[in-house]
């Protein structure tokens, strides 16, 4: 599978920005799908992640409340629409994937990624 991430930018403090997460080569019907993001000079860290058959969702602390994933199967698209976004929220943000068993969706660990989309929020 080929992840695609695209949709960053720049944004102000309190805007939005949705980010999305094409593939090609395979259905994404049986996978799980997650976004991260590595600003600079820090470790990469988990935001959210989904699990395509059931729709059933993940966050991690900051991303609840203003950060909402979603997919769409006829597009095999996953998305990351950010609200109130907040300078400690830049970023590039990436997607990943792994197949759908035997993890918890709160199981940071992927074993495909796309290249990532930068954010940057300004105050």
């Known amino acids: 599978v080929q992840l695609q991430a695209f949709g960053g930018g720049l944004v102000q403090t309190g805007g939005s920005l949705r980010l999305s997460c094409a593939a090609s080569?395979?259905?994404?019907?049986?996978?799980?799908m997650g976004w991260f993001r590595q600003a600079l000079g820090k470790e990469r860290e988990f935001v959210s992640a989904?699990?395509?058959?059931?729709?059933?969702?993940y966050y991690v602390d900051f991303a609840k409340g203003r950060f909402t994933i979603s997919r769409d199967n006829g597009k095999n698209t996953v998305y990351l629409q950010m609200n109130s976004l907040q300078p400690e929220d830049t970023a590039v943000y990436y997607c990943?994937?792994?197949?759908?068993?035997?993890?918890?969706?709160?199981?940071?660990?992927?074993?495909?990624w796309g290249p990532g989309t930068e954010v940057t929020v300004s105050s």
């Open positions: 990943a994937g792994r197949g759908a068993s035997g993890k918890r969706l709160s199981d940071p660990s992927f074993d495909f």
């Open positions: 080569g395979r259905s994404l019907s049986s996978y799980v």
């Open positions: 989904i699990r395509w058959i059931d729709d059933r969702a």
